[in-house]
Protein backbone atom coordinates (compact mmCIF):
# COMPACT_ATOMS: atom_id res chain seq x y z
CA UNK A 1 0.00 0.00 0.00
CA UNK A 2 0.76 3.20 -0.41
CA UNK A 3 -0.30 6.09 1.53
CA UNK A 4 0.62 10.04 0.63
CA UNK A 5 -2.83 11.78 2.56
CA UNK A 6 -5.06 11.06 5.46
CA UNK A 7 -8.21 10.14 2.80
CA UNK A 8 -5.66 7.87 1.18
CA UNK A 9 -5.16 6.18 3.87
CA UNK A 10 -8.47 6.25 4.96
CA UNK A 11 -10.09 4.59 1.49
CA UNK A 12 -6.77 2.22 1.41
CA UNK A 13 -7.64 0.58 5.04
CA UNK A 14 -11.09 0.57 4.45
CA UNK A 15 -10.32 -1.26 1.19
CA UNK A 16 -8.23 -4.24 2.92
CA UNK A 17 -11.06 -4.41 5.27
CA UNK A 18 -13.27 -5.19 2.39
CA UNK A 19 -10.99 -7.30 0.94
CA UNK A 20 -10.83 -9.58 3.89
CA UNK A 21 -14.34 -10.05 4.87
CA UNK A 22 -14.82 -10.66 0.96
CA UNK A 23 -11.91 -13.63 1.04
CA UNK A 24 -13.44 -15.04 4.32
CA UNK A 25 -10.24 -14.44 6.18
CA UNK A 26 -10.31 -13.03 9.50
CA UNK A 27 -10.07 -9.10 9.29
CA UNK A 28 -8.05 -9.42 12.75
CA UNK A 29 -6.68 -12.73 14.24
CA UNK A 30 -8.07 -12.89 17.54
CA UNK A 31 -4.68 -13.15 18.81
CA UNK A 32 -0.99 -12.55 17.71
CA UNK A 33 1.38 -14.85 19.27
CA UNK A 34 -1.35 -16.22 21.70
CA UNK A 35 -2.08 -12.62 22.70
CA UNK A 36 -5.89 -11.55 23.11
CA UNK A 37 -6.97 -8.61 23.54
CA UNK A 38 -8.23 -10.22 27.08
CA UNK A 39 -4.59 -10.52 27.82
CA UNK A 40 -3.65 -6.49 27.00
CA UNK A 41 -6.62 -5.45 29.18
CA UNK A 42 -4.83 -7.54 32.20
CA UNK A 43 -1.61 -6.43 31.87
CA UNK A 44 -2.54 -2.63 31.16
CA UNK A 45 -5.11 -2.85 33.95
CA UNK A 46 -1.91 -3.34 36.18
CA UNK A 47 -1.02 -0.13 34.91
CA UNK A 48 -3.97 1.68 35.25
CA UNK A 49 -4.42 1.94 31.65
CA UNK A 50 -6.58 -0.89 30.64
CA UNK A 51 -9.98 1.45 31.24
CA UNK A 52 -9.89 2.58 27.93
CA UNK A 53 -10.85 0.21 24.74
CA UNK A 54 -8.62 2.70 22.53
CA UNK A 55 -5.59 2.10 24.59
CA UNK A 56 -6.48 -1.63 25.00
CA UNK A 57 -6.76 -1.95 20.86
CA UNK A 58 -3.57 0.66 20.30
CA UNK A 59 -1.61 -1.87 22.09
CA UNK A 60 -3.03 -5.12 20.70
CA UNK A 61 -2.58 -2.75 16.57
CA UNK A 62 1.42 -2.74 17.58
CA UNK A 63 1.00 -6.84 18.02
CA UNK A 64 0.35 -7.31 14.44
CA UNK A 65 2.53 -8.73 12.82
CA UNK A 66 0.34 -10.47 9.95
CA UNK A 67 -0.32 -7.12 8.10
CA UNK A 68 2.31 -5.60 6.16
CA UNK A 69 3.56 -2.13 6.69
CA UNK A 70 1.67 1.06 5.79
CA UNK A 71 4.80 3.20 5.10
CA UNK A 72 5.33 3.32 1.11
CA UNK A 73 9.06 3.24 1.47
CA UNK A 74 9.39 0.57 4.09
CA UNK A 75 11.54 -2.51 3.00
CA UNK A 76 9.85 -5.49 1.30
CA UNK A 77 8.47 -7.69 4.69
CA UNK A 78 8.19 -5.48 6.58
CA UNK A 79 4.97 -5.59 9.33
CA UNK A 80 3.19 -3.24 11.02
CA UNK A 81 4.27 -4.55 13.99
CA UNK A 82 7.59 -2.64 13.10
CA UNK A 83 6.83 0.52 13.43
CA UNK A 84 3.81 2.49 12.56
CA UNK A 85 2.60 5.77 12.75
CA UNK A 86 0.12 7.81 14.85
CA UNK A 87 -2.42 7.52 12.04
CA UNK A 88 -1.61 4.14 11.17
CA UNK A 89 -2.72 3.24 14.72
CA UNK A 90 -5.63 5.14 14.19
CA UNK A 91 -7.02 3.72 11.26
CA UNK A 92 -5.74 0.22 12.81
CA UNK A 93 -8.12 0.59 15.39
CA UNK A 94 -10.87 2.85 14.00
CA UNK A 95 -11.17 1.18 10.58
CA UNK A 96 -9.70 -2.38 10.51
CA UNK A 97 -10.38 -3.46 13.91
CA UNK A 98 -13.92 -1.72 14.79
CA UNK A 99 -15.06 -1.15 11.02
CA UNK A 100 -15.88 2.23 11.29
CA UNK A 101 -13.68 5.44 11.24
CA UNK A 102 -10.01 6.37 11.86
CA UNK A 103 -9.59 7.25 15.55
CA UNK A 104 -9.11 11.22 16.18
CA UNK A 105 -5.23 11.62 16.33
CA UNK A 106 -5.82 14.04 19.47
CA UNK A 107 -6.65 11.30 21.20
CA UNK A 108 -3.01 9.70 20.52
CA UNK A 109 -2.25 11.52 24.45
CA UNK A 110 -4.18 8.86 25.86
CA UNK A 111 -3.53 5.68 23.78
CA UNK A 112 0.31 6.37 22.85
CA UNK A 113 1.95 8.92 25.43
CA UNK A 114 0.81 6.94 28.89
CA UNK A 115 2.41 3.82 27.04
CA UNK A 116 5.46 5.62 26.36
CA UNK A 117 6.05 7.25 29.88
CA UNK A 118 5.79 3.39 30.95
CA UNK A 119 8.38 2.23 28.48
CA UNK A 120 5.66 -0.28 26.78
CA UNK A 121 5.78 1.60 23.67
CA UNK A 122 9.32 3.35 21.99
CA UNK A 123 9.30 5.78 18.90
CA UNK A 124 10.85 4.69 15.93
CA UNK A 125 11.66 6.55 12.32
CA UNK A 126 12.02 5.50 8.90
CA UNK A 127 15.07 6.81 7.75
CA UNK A 128 16.52 5.23 4.53
CA UNK A 129 14.30 1.63 4.67
CA UNK A 130 15.35 1.16 8.14
CA UNK A 131 13.55 1.86 11.21
CA UNK A 132 16.23 3.99 13.72
CA UNK A 133 15.18 4.51 17.88
CA UNK A 134 13.54 7.99 18.68
CA UNK A 135 12.25 10.63 16.62
CA UNK A 136 15.79 13.08 15.15
CA UNK A 137 13.73 14.42 12.83
CA UNK A 138 10.58 16.62 13.99
CA UNK A 139 7.30 16.41 12.86
CA UNK A 140 8.76 13.69 10.13
CA UNK A 141 6.12 11.94 8.64
CA UNK A 142 7.98 8.57 9.08
CA UNK A 143 7.57 9.24 12.89
CA UNK A 144 6.29 5.98 14.04
CA UNK A 145 6.08 3.51 17.23
CA UNK A 146 6.43 0.28 18.10
CA UNK A 147 6.33 -2.32 21.31
CA UNK A 148 9.32 -2.29 23.33
CA UNK A 149 10.49 -5.96 23.40
CA UNK A 150 11.16 -6.61 27.22
CA UNK A 151 7.13 -5.33 27.17
CA UNK A 152 6.08 -7.91 24.75
CA UNK A 153 7.87 -10.40 26.21
CA UNK A 154 5.35 -9.92 29.32
CA UNK A 155 1.91 -9.73 26.69
CA UNK A 156 3.32 -13.11 25.77
CA UNK A 157 4.04 -14.40 28.94
CA UNK A 158 2.12 -17.40 30.41
CA UNK A 159 -0.62 -17.49 32.84
CA UNK A 160 1.31 -18.54 35.52
CA UNK A 161 4.69 -16.52 34.61
CA UNK A 162 2.95 -13.40 34.05
CA UNK A 163 3.10 -11.97 37.41
CA UNK A 164 6.31 -12.31 38.03
CA UNK A 165 7.36 -11.50 34.44
CA UNK A 166 5.35 -8.26 34.57
CA UNK A 167 7.14 -7.77 38.37
CA UNK A 168 10.23 -7.94 37.08
CA UNK A 169 9.41 -5.59 34.07
CA UNK A 170 8.07 -3.14 36.15
CA UNK A 171 10.75 -3.35 39.01
CA UNK A 172 12.48 -1.66 36.64
CA UNK A 173 11.43 1.89 35.95
CA UNK A 174 10.02 4.69 38.61
CA UNK A 175 7.05 5.32 36.51
CA UNK A 176 6.04 2.21 36.13
CA UNK A 177 6.58 1.14 39.82
CA UNK A 178 4.23 4.47 40.18
CA UNK A 179 1.37 3.30 37.56
CA UNK A 180 1.87 0.11 38.98
CA UNK A 181 0.95 1.17 42.57
CA UNK A 182 -1.77 3.89 41.43
CA UNK A 183 -3.37 0.43 39.39
CA UNK A 184 -3.90 -1.20 42.65
CA UNK A 185 -5.00 1.61 44.89
CA UNK A 186 -7.56 2.40 42.39
CA UNK A 187 -8.66 -1.23 42.50
CA UNK A 188 -9.23 -1.02 46.12
CA UNK A 189 -11.33 2.09 45.86
CA UNK A 190 -13.49 0.76 43.63
CA UNK A 191 -14.19 -2.42 46.01
CA UNK A 192 -15.32 0.55 47.93
CA UNK A 193 -18.59 2.41 48.68
CA UNK A 194 -18.23 5.01 45.90
CA UNK A 195 -20.21 7.93 47.98
CA UNK A 196 -17.25 8.45 49.94
CA UNK A 197 -15.58 10.04 46.78
CA UNK A 198 -18.77 11.78 46.31
CA UNK A 199 -18.79 13.02 50.03
CA UNK A 200 -15.04 13.85 50.01
CA UNK A 201 -15.21 16.06 46.68
CA UNK A 202 -18.36 18.10 48.80
CA UNK A 203 -16.19 18.63 52.12
CA UNK A 204 -13.20 19.74 49.67
CA UNK A 205 -14.95 22.72 48.31
CA UNK A 206 -16.87 23.30 51.84
CA UNK A 207 -14.28 23.30 54.21
CA UNK A 208 -10.65 23.46 51.83
CA UNK A 209 -12.16 25.72 48.91
CA UNK A 210 -13.73 28.21 51.96
CA UNK A 211 -10.81 28.34 54.10
CA UNK A 212 -7.64 28.02 51.83
CA UNK A 213 -9.09 29.96 48.98
CA UNK A 214 -11.57 32.33 49.10
CA UNK A 215 -11.00 34.46 46.20
CA UNK A 216 -11.38 31.56 43.87
CA UNK A 217 -14.57 30.17 42.35
CA UNK A 218 -16.27 26.86 41.26
CA UNK A 219 -16.09 26.68 37.61
CA UNK A 220 -16.26 22.55 37.91
CA UNK A 221 -17.47 19.86 40.08
CA UNK A 222 -16.73 15.75 38.71
CA UNK A 223 -18.80 13.72 41.35
CA UNK A 224 -20.62 11.61 38.75
CA UNK A 225 -20.08 8.94 35.37
CA UNK A 226 -21.01 9.23 32.43
CA UNK A 227 -21.61 13.35 30.60
CA UNK A 228 -20.13 15.07 33.41
CA UNK A 229 -20.09 18.24 31.70
CA UNK A 230 -23.44 20.71 32.09
CA UNK A 231 -24.46 23.25 29.88
CA UNK A 232 -24.03 25.35 33.49
CA UNK A 233 -20.68 24.09 33.96
CA UNK A 234 -19.83 24.91 30.28
CA UNK A 235 -21.34 28.45 30.69
CA UNK A 236 -18.77 28.94 33.85
CA UNK A 237 -16.09 27.79 31.83
CA UNK A 238 -16.62 29.61 29.16
CA UNK A 239 -16.76 32.78 31.56
CA UNK A 240 -13.80 32.09 32.29
CA UNK A 241 -11.98 31.44 29.27
CA UNK A 242 -11.81 27.92 29.62
CA UNK A 243 -12.34 25.69 25.84
CA UNK A 244 -12.22 22.54 26.04
CA UNK A 245 -10.75 20.09 23.43
CA UNK A 246 -10.64 16.61 23.12
CA UNK A 247 -8.65 15.01 24.81
CA UNK A 248 -8.97 17.61 28.00
CA UNK A 249 -8.63 15.91 31.37
CA UNK A 250 -11.02 17.10 33.71
CA UNK A 251 -9.97 17.19 38.10
CA UNK A 252 -12.58 17.08 40.73
CA UNK A 253 -12.86 20.40 41.16
CA UNK A 254 -11.54 23.06 39.15
CA UNK A 255 -11.50 26.73 40.41
CA UNK A 256 -10.64 30.35 38.70
CA UNK A 257 -9.50 33.03 40.27
CA UNK A 258 -10.32 35.99 38.70
CA UNK A 259 -8.16 38.86 39.72
CA UNK A 260 -5.35 36.82 39.47
CA UNK A 261 -6.52 34.84 36.50
CA UNK A 262 -5.31 31.59 37.94
CA UNK A 263 -6.52 28.42 37.83
CA UNK A 264 -7.02 25.62 40.60
CA UNK A 265 -7.28 21.96 41.20
CA UNK A 266 -8.68 19.59 43.60
CA UNK A 267 -8.46 15.82 43.08
CA UNK A 268 -10.22 13.99 45.99
CA UNK A 269 -8.61 10.65 46.79
CA UNK A 270 -10.05 8.08 49.17
CA UNK A 271 -7.08 6.15 49.70
CA UNK A 272 -2.96 6.87 49.56
CA UNK A 273 -1.94 8.52 46.30
CA UNK A 274 -1.61 12.14 44.89
CA UNK A 275 -2.84 14.41 41.73
CA UNK A 276 -2.10 11.70 38.47
CA UNK A 277 1.50 13.14 36.92
CA UNK A 278 -0.71 12.50 33.50
CA UNK A 279 -3.60 14.97 34.36
CA UNK A 280 -1.01 17.39 36.31
CA UNK A 281 0.26 17.57 32.78
CA UNK A 282 -2.92 17.92 30.74
CA UNK A 283 -4.54 20.48 33.11
CA UNK A 284 -1.34 22.76 32.80
CA UNK A 285 -1.14 22.76 29.33
CA UNK A 286 -4.99 23.63 29.27
CA UNK A 287 -4.12 26.42 31.34
CA UNK A 288 -1.47 27.78 29.07
CA UNK A 289 -3.45 27.01 25.89
CA UNK A 290 -6.47 29.38 27.32
CA UNK A 291 -4.09 32.00 28.40
CA UNK A 292 -4.42 31.54 32.49
CA UNK A 293 -1.31 32.88 34.33
CA UNK A 294 -0.91 29.54 35.90
CA UNK A 295 -2.29 26.79 37.58
CA UNK A 296 -2.24 24.66 41.18
CA UNK A 297 -2.91 21.60 42.67
CA UNK A 298 -3.94 20.19 45.88
CA UNK A 299 -4.89 16.63 46.39
CA UNK A 300 -7.51 16.31 49.46
Not at 98 to 104: A, C, E, N, Q
Not at 218 to 225: A, E, H, N, Q, S
Request: proline share 3%; aromatic share 8%; hydrophobic share 35%.
Amino acid sequence: MSFYTASVLHDDVATLRAERLKSGTSIVPLSFHGVTKARVKQVLDKLGLGNRPDNVDAVYALLDDETLSWFPSAPKGTKFSDGASTAHIGCHVGILQRGGGKLDREGRDYWIKPMREVGGVEPVTLIDSVFVAGHPIAKSGNSAYRLNTDFKAVLRASADQLERKFAAWASQDAIRRRREHQAKVEEEARKRVDSGHSQLIADSVVHYVKRFLPEYEVLYIDDGDGDRITDEDKKRLTGAGITLQLGDAMPDVLLWNKKTDRLWVIEAVTSDGEVDFHKVEQLTKLAKRCGKKGIDFTTT
